[in-house]
């Protein structure tokens, strides 16, 4: 199985009705909003430290998770506060998960240069900077981004435990392919 770090999870919910972002700021402490620079209001929550963007149609983002369950909770932490608030007349909607953010690393490096050649649908990026990353495609709900380091950043709407088998074929292929050698598929967190 694949050793991967959860770096971000994003969860979020739709409330199907539309809300005065004032009077949002205006009940809740921990609300931002800069009318001038967003659209949408800015819940910040200390403990876990997550953030909720709150849109005016009612859609509902929460940042900074790193499990679905602690995303899930600040949601319905959120929710919550807008029923006792009288914002909502209910506080049970279905929570879902947008997209999960993790990384691992190889223990060796990676020829980006080389990867292009051999590897379908990918794309250099910062190609002149030291932090220069070969993007691939995986499917339509996967990402991968692979840095010379050898670290991976993997970027999708599948759940973690398909994240670590979709890594694990990714990184089957790229011993296939001769891009890197048996043995050097090894990776950690």
Known sequence: MADLSIENIITSVALDQS??????VDT?????????????????????????????N?????????????GKE?????????????????????????????????TSSIDL????????????RNANEPAAYVEYIY???LTVLFFATGKIVINGSQPIMELENTVENIMKKLVDLGIIEKGMEEIHA
């Not at 809300?19 to 949002?24: P, V, Y």
């Not at 609300?31 to 909720?52: G, I, K, L, N, Y």
């Not at 929570?95 to 690393?105: D, E, F, G, L």
């Open 19 to 24: 809300f005065d972002l004032d009077a949002i």
């Open 28 to 56: 809740f402490e921990n609300a931002r909003w800069h009318q001038e620079e967003s659209s949408f209001v800015v819940f910040t929550f200390s403990d876990p430290r997550h953030v909720v963007l709150f849109t005016e």
């Open 58 to 70: 009612g859609f509902l983002s929460c940042t900074g998770s790193t499990s679905e369950t602690m």
């Open 74 to 106: 600040t949601i319905d932490q959120l929710l919550h506060l807008l029923y006792e608030q009288g914002f909502i007349d209910t506080n049970s909607y279905p929570i879902s998960v947008q997209t999960i953010t993790a990384s691992t690393s190889m």
């Open 113 to 124: 240069m080389e990867l292009m050649d051999k590897l379908p649908q990918t794309t250099l």
């Open 139 to 141: 499917d339509y709900s």
